[in-house]
């Protein structure tokens, strides 16, 4: 049985720690390590920072949407904005790359997103927004069946 949530708030800084709290608590009830938590909450803050920042250029009107579903030990996440898109996705992804390095980004992010998880998938299309697929597979041995 696949278990799912949808979530959706305005795209305002100070609601990346609550997209963050709310996917950690969604999973726990597959007990994940403490390493596997930490690399969730991490990858949400990475991608719901970049739909804020860069999809909606800091526009408190954008909404972010994240979709989470879990079956046996799997993690889906999807994290969705309408935002100004990607120029050019394969740049994108590239580590060190940013867009905004006068806001002293890193250009990590899709970088930490694409090593904490088992896969990673961006899809964007230029004034229409980005789309982040990520998945995960938790510890067998932690994961409880559903």
């Known amino acids: ?25 969604f999973i726990a009830q597959l ?32 909404v972010v949407h994240i979709s989470v579903a879990i079956e046996n030990d799997m993690i889906e996440m999807t994290i969705r904005d309408e935002g100004v898109g ?7 992804v590239q580590p060190l790359y940013t867009t905004k390095p ?6 990590m992010g899709f970088t930490i997103m694409e090593n904490f998880m088992d896969e990673m998938k961006v ?11 990520l998945k995960k597979h938790l510890t067998k041995s932690k994961a409880l069946c559903n």
């Open 86 to 92: 990607i120029d050019d996705v394969e740049e994108a």
């Open 123 to 133: 899809i964007s299309h230029k004034g229409e927004g980005t789309i982040i697929r």
């Open 31 to 62: 007990d994940p390590t403490l390493d596997e938590l930490t690399e969730i909450k991490t990858v949400i803050s990475e991608a719901v920072t970049n739909c804020i920042i860069h999809g909606y250029e800091n526009d408190p009107n954008g």
């Open 1 to 25: 049985m696949k278990n799912k949530m949808d979530l959706q708030f305005s795209a305002l800084s100070q609601n990346e720690s609550f997209a963050r709290i709310t996917v950690a608590a």
């Open 102 to 107: 006068d806001l002293e980004r890193s250009g």
